[in-house]
Nanobody, 124 residues
Framework: QVQLTESGGGVVQAGDSLALTCTGS????????MGWFRQVPGKEREIVAA?????????VANSTMEGRFTISRDYGSSTIRLQMNNLKPEDTAVYYC????????????????WGQGTQVTVSS
């Protein structure tokens, strides 16, 4: 059973930075693409960023996140990080770590494993 453990959520003010970390079960996630999703009440869960198993291919979901969010991972590591800078109130959500049964993220291919989620709240 794959387990994903997130940490780093919290309450910050607009303009602040926050880093999220997710560590997966070593044997099953070191060769898998991993990523971050987020969800607010009443809305669908959306992808934030994803990264390939070796850290060579990183994807950030959209222009509102590019330049503010950075996903990283050491080669073959089971730990990924999401650095979030210049946070905005609209970034408030529960952020979920995810892992895929493939080495590289592919749009349209949903995750196979989820973490429990960590709350990020950005006050104005």
């Amino acid at each position: 059973q794959v387990q994903l453990t997130e940490s780093g959520g919290g309450v910050v003010q607009a303009g602040d930075s926050l880093a999220l970390t997710c560590t997966g079960s070593r044997r099953t996630t070191s060769n898998n693409a991993m990523g971050w999703f987020r969800q607010v009440p009443g809305k669908e869960r959306e992808i934030v960023a994803a990264i390939s198993w070796n850290g060579g291919n990183a994807f950030v979901a959209n222009s509102t996140m590019e330049g503010r969010f950075t996903i990283s991972r050491d080669y073959g590591s089971s730990t990924i990080r999401l650095q979030m800078n210049n946070l905005k109130p609209e970034d408030t959500a529960v952020y979920y770590c995810a892992a895929f049964r493939r080495p590289i993220y592919s749009a349209g291919a949903g995750p196979n494993y989820w973490g429990q989620g960590t709350q990020v709240t950005v006050s104005s």
